[in-house]
């Protein structure tokens, strides 16, 4: 019997209940909350957060008032002589930039090569279960957008050669100042190649400035291997949604680069395996010196880029190897060495433009011009979309026989469904809409929860007034259970300068092409698995209803805390939303690993909670 007194309080703290303080603290809230305790008593959450500004002391006013509650509530917790769970270790120096998966000497054991030992292998991964800690020169970054220009040195891993040697177009850009790395902006007095090199590519394709690429159809971007994120960054001032995708690297990583300054992006080797998104996902797909050998594996690497792009979706190409007539690209076909370009026409793509290094394609938007190819390609007949980073290469075309067959269309009203795309992926217009007010309206809610002041006892950084919420940086987001990315979209309707990866868990229903659909990031994800990401990469991890779903699985839900503990930025926030049941075991992890963490209760009759935790910033 678990119900009753132990949840019936709106609020239950955390792990503080050591400090003698603590108490000392609630007695004198005890005092200031009988002066102000005028007010309602209604403890329901919407009325406890409303979206107006000026109630939002108001707010914390009330969460105080009821952990006076709570106080009373948990001496007598504490009675019961409840055994506390030990707190996790610090790991060790050496991971401090852990990324699990990615052992290359394990695998060079294991005997894998042929690029092979270069890919995901978490199957080698030995877990210790220790905290990943920051190293000593870590300091949180600076709020977007001047994050996006300049980063901490020490939050990266990255070697003095590395900044000298950097000289693809989009690695240029960066100085060192100090402690700080720069790179230069678009209002930059610096003369800014990627903006030359963006508004090329708008020309290629037949638009008059880079500024009309939603017009085109052109919204989301796949970057394959992203330099610096300098070309990234000026697709997202343009309104475009880019996300790089890069090899796992232990120096120097444009992913982790990438993430510092707030970009969309995701490990992702490209080897002997498919790029972890279903078929027909991406308007554009970029490739500026990326590394990838689009001779080898008999063009199956550009099987994959066909398979990826939406019909009518284009596919740049920069690269030095080229020579501008456009025949050193080639395709082994037996002896002979066969000029990329036919190769590109028996897959339906028609060359657009070709501008120095700079090759620009168009796919097809017509699903009978494979059949009209001779030498075509087979169509694929069953494709695996269920899995994600383990599909391997194929040698047919994808996506002909998907619904989503449609070509890329004007965005520049924004990449909203129609009533026709969401029928293509079987959503009722209703319940789809539903789902996004939902999620509005649960967003207003939690956005004034993000705030340290709702852990009563977190000590104020020195120089802060009690600031407004959110005075912190939301920047990278990490959904856990996206479903229909209704999360993602609240963030987008409320204007919040954050993007989000949309994860939707393997073995539930496959939202992620519907997400993909509205111009939003995403990756099938199981996760009884590390995710493929550097440490200290997400502002905010999100999941709602995802531990009574996983609990049942055979993986260890601890694992699962300390590798959302390593993805998350110190001073970065956790919002749960779930069962009862579920919340209070993720408050025992969450208390293991050290995260502040308080249990709210919206009251409204339902056995839902929301457990909000911010990680500290441990800087032993
Ligand atoms: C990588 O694998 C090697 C050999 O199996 C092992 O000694 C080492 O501890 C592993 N490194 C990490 C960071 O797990
Ligand atoms: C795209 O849509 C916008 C707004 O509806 C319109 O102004 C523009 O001309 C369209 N562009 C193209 C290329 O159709
Ligand atoms: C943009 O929205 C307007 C009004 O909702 C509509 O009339 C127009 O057709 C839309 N344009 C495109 C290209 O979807
Ligand atoms: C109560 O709120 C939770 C989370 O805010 C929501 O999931 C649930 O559907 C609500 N229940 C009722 C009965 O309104």
Known sequence: MRSGWLYKFSLIFGHRLRHNWFLLCFFSILVLVALL??????????????PRLPNVYTNYRKLKEQSVVDYFDLRFLASLANPRQKELPLCGKERENYVPCYNLSA????????????????????EEKCLVRPPKEYKIPLRWPAGRDVIWSGNVKITKDQFLSSGSM?????????????????????????????????ESIGLGSDSDFLQAGVHT???????????????????????????????????????????????GNFISKQLPYPSLSFDMIHCAQCGIDWDGKDGMFIIEVDRLLKPGGYFVLTSPLIKPQGSLLTIKKGNMLTP???????????????????????????????????????????EHESQSY????????????????????????????????????????????????????????????LTPLIFSDHPKRPGDEDPLPPYNMVRNVMDMNAYYGGFNAALVDLKKS???????????????????????????????????????????????????????????MMNLFLEMDRILRPEGWVILSDNVGAIEMARTRATQIRWEARVIDPQNGSDQRILVCQKPFLRK
């Not at 305790?37 to 409303?50: A, I, M």
């Not at 449609?406 to 209703?430: A, D, F, Y």
């Open 37 to 50: 305790s005028s007010s309602s008593s209604t403890r329901e959450f919407e009325s406890l957060v409303p």
């Open 498 to 556: 954050a993007w989000v990866l949309n994860v939707v868990p393997v073995g539930t229903r496959n939202t992620l092409p519907l997400i993909l659909d509205q111009g939003f990031a995403g990756v099938l994800h199981d996760w009884c698995e590390p995710f493929p990401t550097y440490p200290r990469t997400y502002d905010m991890i999100h999941a709602s209803g995802l531990f009574s779903l996983i609990s049942s699985e055979k993986c260890s």
């Open 107 to 126: 695998n060079l054991e294991k005997g894998l090569k042929d690029g092979e030992e270069f890919d995901r292998h978490c199957e080698l991964s030995n």
């Open 170 to 202: 989009t690695k240029r850009m960066m100085l060192l100042e100090e402690n700080q790395i720069a790179f230069h902006n678009d209002d930059g007095l610096i003369f800014d190649g990627v903006k030359d090199y963006t508004r090329q590519l708008a």
């Open 340 to 382: 990329v370009e036919d190769f590109t026409q028996s897959i339906c793509w028609s060359l657009l433009d070709q501008q120095d290094e700079t090759f620009i394609w168009q796919k097809t938007a017509d699903k009978d011009c494979y059949a009209a190819r001779r030498h075509g390609l087979p169509l694929c007949q069953d």
């Open 390 to 449: 383990y599909n391997p290469l194929v040698k047919c075309i994808s996506g002909t026989h998907s619904k989503r067959w449609t070509p890329i269309r004007n965005k520049s009203n924004g990449s909203r469904l129609t009533l026709e795309e969401l029928e293509v992926h079987g959503i009722q217009h209703g319940e789809f809409y539903e789902n996004k007010e939902f999620w509005k309206s649960a967003l207003r809610n939690y956005w004034s929860l």
């Open 221 to 267: 971007v796949l970057d394959i291997g992203c330099g610096f994120g300098s070309f990234g960054a000026h697709l997202v001032s343009l309104r475009l949604m880019p996300v790089c995708i890069a090899a796992y690297e232990v120096t120097g990583s444009q992913v982790q680069l990438a993430l510092e300054r707030g970009l969309p992006a995701m490990i």
